[in-house]
């Protein structure tokens, strides 16, 4: 008989060729047992690191069936995982990983009357909202990570989210599980209630199971009843206590079983229909325990949401670009931002029932609350909801040693002990000698408080476990449970016991045994667990800069470059499918590699020495970092600010002195100086684009793809203004930065600038020196050659500080090349006259609007009824891209509306390269070109970047317009 693998058996467990050679041969889905895919999947969102043997990516039930059936052959265990965003450990482990998110992420069956739908539980919450929406329906359970969150992984927590006191659990809302078991057999789980198995899904098993765990719940009814926690959330253990319930069934026993008793293929959701109306008021307080005194007045009121933001998540928001605008909005009244705040919100069919419940908030705070702020607008509320949803990367977001950590997060009290609990725990807090952040699920008593901690410190190692045992037995003391949402993983699960008893921890056991009698599957978890700081499972043990990287970039700000990396929490923003332009490889490929949580993890594993002696020679590395586009998203969306753009060059950087860059590189990098003879040849040069066998040459010689034409050089390059009549009276003088795609390729849209800057009264000079013309660097950064990058940049700084130092603005049009003026340069060159440049540097649309300059213009409508825009990446990513939108509204009868697509997929010379076209294509594809091609003939559109005019000519045939040119356009007469 095989040994049940507890969770020290678990940990012996060894790679197995064999299995792997047989889940291959077995499986329609990919199969990967490299040390590189192992090194990635050996971390989720909490503070744990385990290698497992290999990943499966299943893409059917049948895939699924056959690994846990090898698995068990092989004496092997396994662990299922969906965004890998858990914080307590439970989609981590030393057998193999079943990765759902992938290959089973579809909707199986919807009964839309019925408001029922069947899903594969891969399927992201978002995903499945966006497809319910225009029945009028969601899921209802809303958890914080929506966008990445899968159905599978929020069913084995018992999920529950912000609007869970009015919607409940998972629990609730899960009438039916197919389900693998340990075995290998297929059995659909339901409630007594349901009917049986859907049509196409496999039976029940035989009655003796469900009786056994029936008459294990009478046995312990009584038992049950004195230990469970009278409060509304709490998904300690297994969900025992639920059997008692009528119309309960074994389903309502797997929700919440973290993976341990079966593998999910499939399950069964009852739908809610969506409010036609959905309102915000965010109330002030003067402090924590002020807030959650008011807590139960507020809940009494019907609302759908309370929400806790304390006052250093807010402080730590406002150091980030995205949130800017909500918190502005918090003081748009007049009064002072508050310190901490609960966001309130109410839904309804009936808008006056929405505004009675905001007036009787009103009264109801009138000399509570600091101030009642209502967020009624669309915007205002998705602006709140981002900023509350992302309070554990923001919690996070500080470059410090000491972090914000996940462990006594998930404690529900009871709503009127909450001031208690905040001043009790804040006391042990500060015995400890650390700090904590506070914010979420007021309405229902389960607040996520994080204890800032570093654990590749002994002592606080050891703290992080005296903090829990006196959160949870002070959680205890006050009626309340220690997991309310988040489950018990390896961070929980050994204070079962203190929190339940040990007769209850004995029935645990049973079911395990009863579903799972060897122990397969995710051990360690739930039953027979290590003690939660056992350092063979803390990440932390894996120190940084074990292997270090010799950077060319400034990385002061987060104290170097390892901590930069570190930043990463993995909590997996950057795993969204849904619009936003955050991480457009991820997006086009759903490889973990592609992420920018992947690449973190890749370069974590690089600096820790878990990717060998030389890990900057790894192929695996070079083709994780190789397909970042550079898009800079993530120095934006990514509530941390991991900016893997800017990571990539020092990357880059350090792998040219093993890799020295192609031919095609080179020719791409060395391109603004060879520009100006390449332009005088430009008959000759442009002739690969008109010979198809010399376009097939290329692509042989230098790798660049065939069926994409390249920029078409200029044979008449701009050469400086032309002598334009200037507007009296005469406003001043603007340098003009050109860059060398707009000079060399695109001259008349450089041209269209000077015409609109005169029409507005500026007298345009050229930023230049003597010699070839300026450039930004750009080129030489985009493949790591850095110190060519600094002499352009030098060159650059010298010319536009005679401009700066008179007190003349500096212009630019391509957005990329004129925001490297604002992120790299000071990376690479922190003198002041450097940072003159960084502060005065402005694209076109930015500074007609700093100096007023519009109005001067008096622009004559259009020929077309519409402009549609498309923001570049680097645009987005430094909040550039509302400018464009402003300046275009100001043209009479024009509807402008921004395209909601990410990156165009181009990428500077990414969409040319032949390894890499077929990516750009699909980047492309998601949201951009469907939009671009439905364009009516009344409609112009507008992309300020010049690899996005490119992409958008190329692949869809329309053009694009630069702003300016639009600009220009719009002249009266």
């Known amino acids: 008989m095989t040994r049940p693998i507890s969770h020290d058996r678990a940990g012996t467990q060894r790679p197995r060729p064999r299995l792997e050679a047989r889940l291959r041969a077995g499986q329609r889905g990919e199969v990967r047992f490299d040390r590189f895919t192992r090194g990635l999947y050996s971390t989720d969102a909490s503070i744990y690191q385990v290698r497992p043997l290999g990943v499966v990516f299943p893409e059917s039930a049948e895939d699924v069936r056959r690994t846990v059936e090898l698995a068990g052959e092989h004496d092997a265990s396994v662990v299922v995982r969906g965004a890998g965003t858990s914080q307590s450990g439970q989609s981590i482990g030393r057998g193999v990983i079943l990765d759902t998110s992938r290959g089973l992420n579809g909707v199986l069956d919807f009964d839309p009357a019925g408001r029922r739908v069947v899903v594969e539980p891969g399927i992201v919450l978002d995903r499945l909202n966006a497809f319910l929406r225009p029945h009028g329906l969601f899921f209802p359970i809303d958890v914080a990570t929506a966008s990445r969150a899968t159905l599978g992984g929020m069913a084995g927590n018992n999920s529950a989210g912000a609007r869970s006191v009015r919607y409940g659990h998972m629990v609730e809302h899960v009438s039916g599980i197919e389900a693998v078991l340990a075995d290998g057999r297929r059995a659909w789980f339901g409630r007594d209630a349901s009917g049986g198995a859907p049509p196409g899904r496999p039976g029940p098993l035989p009655s003796a199971l469900e009786a056994d765990l029936r008459a294990l719940y009478a046995r312990e009814a009584d038992e049950l009843s004195r230990r469970i926690p009278d409060v509304p959330r709490h998904v300690a253990g297994y969900a025992l206590h639920r059997l008692g319930r009528p119309g309960a069934g074994l389903s309502d026993l797997l929700v919440g079983s973290e993976g341990t008793l079966a593998v999910f293929t499939a399950l069964e959701l009852d739908l809610q229909p969506i409010p036609a109306v959905r309102t915000l008021a965010v109330c002030g307080f003067d402090g924590v325990r002020a807030a959650l005194a008011a807590v139960p007045a507020i809940v009494a009121l019907g609302p759908t949401a309370v929400e806790l933001v304390d006052a250093t998540l807010l402080e730590l928001a406002a150091q980030i670009p995205r949130f800017e605008r909500a918190l502005r909005q918090l003081g748009e009244d007049g009064s002072r931002r508050p310190r901490d705040i609960l966001v309130v919100e109410f839904a309804d069919d009936d808008p006056n029932r929405v505004s009675a419940s905001l007036a009787a908030l009103e009264s109801t705070m009138g000399g509570v609350a600091a101030g009642v ?185 987060w104290g170097g470059f390892s901590r930069a990396v570190d930043m990463c929490n993995n909590n997996g923003t950057c795993l969204k499918r849904s619009p936003g332009v955050m991480c457009p490889s991820f997006r086009a490929t759903s490889d973990e590699r592609h992420s920018t949580r992947g690449r973190a993890n890749a370069l974590r594993l690089a600096l820790s020495g878990q990717l060998g002696d030389d890990p900057w020679t790894s192929p695996e590395l070079y083709d994780a970092m190789d397909l970042c586009l550079g898009c800079k998203a993530c120095r934006r969306e990514c509530p941390t600010g991991v900016d893997m753009a800017r990571m990539k060059i020092d990357f880059l950087h350090r792998v040219r002195a093993d890799r020295p860059p192609s031919p095609r590189d080179l020719a791409l990098a060395y391109l603004p100086r060879y520009a100006p003879l390449a332009s005088r040849l430009a008959p000759l040069v442009n002739l690969r684009n008109r010979i198809p066998a010399l376009a097939r040459l290329g692509e042989r010689i230098a790798g660049l793809a065939a069926d994409r034409p390249l920029p078409r050089w200029s044979s008449r390059p701009f050469t400086g203004p032309s002598r334009v009549e200037v507007r009296s009276p005469p406003r001043g003088r603007v340098a003009l930065f050109v860059d060398t795609f707009t000079r060399y390729f695109e001259p008349e849209i450089a041209h269209a600038a000077v015409r609109v800057l005169a029409r507005a009264g500026w007298r345009v000079e050229e930023a230049s020196t003597a010699g070839r013309p300026l450039c930004c660097g750009r080129t030489f950064l985009n493949v790591g050659l850095v110190e060519e990058a600094r002499v352009e940049l030098d060159r650059t700084v010298r010319a536009l500080g005679r401009f700066v130092a008179r007190g003349i603005p500096v212009v630019g049009l391509e957005p990329s090349c004129l925001l490297t003026l604002r992120d790299e340069l000071p990376a690479l060159d922190p003198g002041p006259a450097a940072a003159e440049v960084t502060a005065r540097a402005r694209l076109l649309t930015e500074w007609l609007l700093e100096a007023r300059a519009l109005e001067r213009l008096e622009l004559a409508p259009l020929p077309v009824r ?108």
């Not at 190329?954 to 300016?964: E, S, T």
């Open 373 to 557: 702020i209502r967020a009624e607008s669309s915007e205002f509320q998705g602006r709140m909801w981002s900023l509350r949803k992302a309070g554990l990367s923001i919690s996070m977001s500080r470059p410090t040693a000491r972090k914000p950590l996940a462990f006594i997060e998930d404690c529900a009290i009871p709503l009127e002990r909450l001031p208690e609990w905040h001043r009790r725990l804040t006391e042990i807090i500060d015995r400890h000698a650390t700090h904590a952040v506070w914010y979420a699920h007021a309405s229902v008593g389960c607040l996520h408080v994080r204890p800032a901690l570093d654990l590749r410190d002994g002592d606080d190692v050891e703290r992080l476990r005296a903090i829990a045992a006196d959160a949870f037995a002070l959680a205890g003391n006050l009626g309340g449970s220690h997991s309310g949402e988040h489950g018990d993983g390896w961070i929980r699960s050994e204070f079962l016991e203190p929190m339940l008893g040990k007769r209850l921890v004995s029935a645990f056991g049973e079911i395990k045994r009863r579903f799972d009698p060897d122990g397969r599957l995710n051990p360690g978890k739930i039953v027979d667990p290590p003690r939660m700081n056992d350092a063979s499972l803390l990440r932390a043990r894996n120190g940084l800069e074990t292997r270090k990287l010799p950077t060319a970039l400034d990385w002061e700000k």
């Open 866 to 973: 519409r402009v549609r825009v498309h923001g570049h990446c680097h645009e987005k990513a430094f909040g550039a891209d509302g400018p464009t939108l402003e300046v275009l509204r100001a043209i009479p009868d024009l509807e402008v509306e921004p395209i909601p697509a990410g990156c165009c997929g181009m990428a500077g010379s990414f969409g040319y390269e032949a390894e890499h076209a077929d990516v750009s294509r699909r980047v492309a594809e998601l949201e951009l070109l469907p939009v671009v091609r439905a364009l009516e003939a009344d409609e112009w559109l507008v992309a300020n970047g010049t690899s996005c005019r490119h992409q958008i000519a190329d692949l869809a045939g329309a053009r694009g317009r630069h702003v300016v040119t639009a600009l220009d356009a719009a002249q009266p007469g």
